[in-house]
């Protein structure tokens, strides 16, 4: 499972559908709230209302489903279908709920992001089976259950969003090399449980 390769400006901007917000500053993080997660679980609720079955999983991802884990304020929210290119089968559906397509990537995975607009929260779509799914979701978990790598995660979070991005993607690329760290680590845990 490799990290995602950091995008520059033009492709960030290349990928957004209608206009991109620069952020021209830094990222401001709050201390973790237990909001976040009973907010995720209103935005889960409307997604199950909206897509019933072609909704195959929905999951609580990113820093606000870590416990205790400082972050930005937007909950991060997977959102499993059968094929996340098939926007017709998710997207309207979606919209009339109160989300707007934000963010489409063919090439990397076949990603859509939706902002909530009555929500701070991105719902980051996927294929089933995609292989990003594993990570966002090995990555959570070795966060929850290994104080060593989460005060890793918080110690470099902290000091990259005291910088200056353009964009918020930007900010996120720059943890990659310390994203992918623990994630060898949490990898190396996984593979050993599972040949046991």
């Not at 995660?153 to 902290?158: C, D, F, I, M, P």
């Amino acid at each position: 499972m490799q990290p995602r390769k950091p995008m520059t400006n033009a492709e960030v901007e290349a990928v957004t559908v209608g206009e991109r917000v620069a952020l021209n500053g830094p990222v401001e993080l709050h201390p973790y709230s237990q909001a976040w997660v009973q907010r995720y679980g209103k935005i889960a609720r409307v997604i199950g209302e909206q897509l019933g079955a072609a909704a195959s999983a929905v999951h609580h991802v990113g820093s606000t489903a870590v416990p205790g884990i400082p972050a930005k304020p937007i909950v991060d929210v997977v959102l499993v279908v059968t094929d996340a290119s098939a926007e017709a089968a998710y997207v309207p559906l979606l919209e009339r709920a109160g989300f707007e397509l934000y963010i489409r990537e063919p090439e990397w995975h076949e990603h859509r992001l939706l902002k909530c607009k009555w929500e701070l929260a991105n719902v980051h779509v996927f294929s089933t089976g995609c292989e990003e799914i594993d990570r966002m979701l090995v990555f959570r978990d070795r966060l929850r259950s290994n104080a060593a790598d989460r005060a890793l995660y918080v110690q470099t979070k902290t000091e990259l969003a005291a910088k200056t991005w353009k964009h918020v993607q930007n900010y996120a690329d720059a943890k990659s090399e310390v994203v992918a760290d623990i994630m060898s680590r949490a990898l190396d845990v996984a593979g050993k449980q599972n040949s046991d």
